[in-house]
T-cell receptor, first 112, second 114 residues
Framework: KNQVEQSPQSLIILEGKNCTLQ??????????LRWYKQDTGRGPVSLTI?????NTKSNGRYTATLDADTKQSSLHITASQLSDSASYIC???????????FGTGTRLKVLA | NAGVTQTPKFRVLKTGQSMTLLCAQD?????MYWYRQDPGMGLRLIHY???????AKGEVPDGYNVSRLKKQNFLLGLESAAPSQTSVYFC?????????????FGEGSWLTVV
């Protein structure tokens, strides 16, 4: 069964600190992996997209890594800001192109 | 550039009533999707469309119907609403076919069925 599992479920950090969110997946055939940020009451917004051949992808203070062998991905947030408070969703794309499997997300709270 | 627009944003329905959620995108995307998001669960695909005039069932299609008469619009209908359909509904679109394309989401429609 295609599954995407994220950890931790929730995380609280102080402003300025770094954090890492985890995503494990069992999706076949694998096409690509995406990280989305979802602010409370808003729709998800894309942060990164990685294919199986890409190990790292950055978007500002967000850096995603992918290990296709172990089927694990992480999202590292550097120097966190209050605006980083949101849910972060890992999405794995299978074939055909419309098939996306969503994780349940990690809810991040950044405190001043 | 509006992106993906959903209407209405909030709606309360009585059990058995019908309604339609409208999704419009202005990016000329081929693929459009309707998802529902429930607490503790990932987004689940209800129906999708790979082009004007085509629709297909997703993971949780029961109780919903869709239509894609125009490329830019994707309608989600509830013929007889049930409390189990209380959820947040997201429309999304993507250029399609190439799997690395970004999916763009609307802002969500909060539906409560009482």
């Amino acid at each position: 069964k295609n599954q995407v599992e994220q950890s931790p479920q929730s995380l609280i950090i102080l402003e300025g600190k770094n954090c890492t969110l985890q995503c494990n997946y069992t999706v076949s055939p694998f096409s690509n992996l995406r990280w989305y940020k979802q602010d409370t009451g808003r729709g998800p917004v894309s942060l990164t997209i990685m294919t199986f051949s890409e190990n790292t992808k950055s978007n500002g203070r967000y850096t995603a890594t992918l290990d296709a062998d172990t089927k694990q991905s992480s999202l590292h947030i550097t120097a966190s800001q209050l605006s980083d408070s949101a849910s972060y969703i890992c999405v794995v794309s299978a074939s055909p192109a419309y098939k996306y499997i969503f994780g349940t997300g990690t809810r991040l709270k950044v405190l001043a | 550039n509006a992106g993906v627009t959903q209407t209405p944003k909030f709606r309360v329905l009585k059990t058995g009533q019908s309604m339609t959620l409208l999704c419009a995108q202005d990016m000329n995307h081929e693929y459009m999707y309707w998802y529902r998001q429930d607490p503790g669960m990932g987004l689940r695909l209800i129906h999708y469309s790979v082009g004007e005039g085509t629709t297909a069932k997703g993971e949780v299609p029961d109780g919903y119907n869709v239509s894609r008469l125009k490329k830019q619009n994707f309608l989600l209908g509830l013929e007889s609403a049930a409390p189990s359909q209380t959820s947040v509904y997201f429309c999304a679109s993507s250029p399609g076919r190439i799997s690395g394309n970004t999916i763009y989401f609307g802002e969500g429609s909060w539906l409560t069925v009482v």
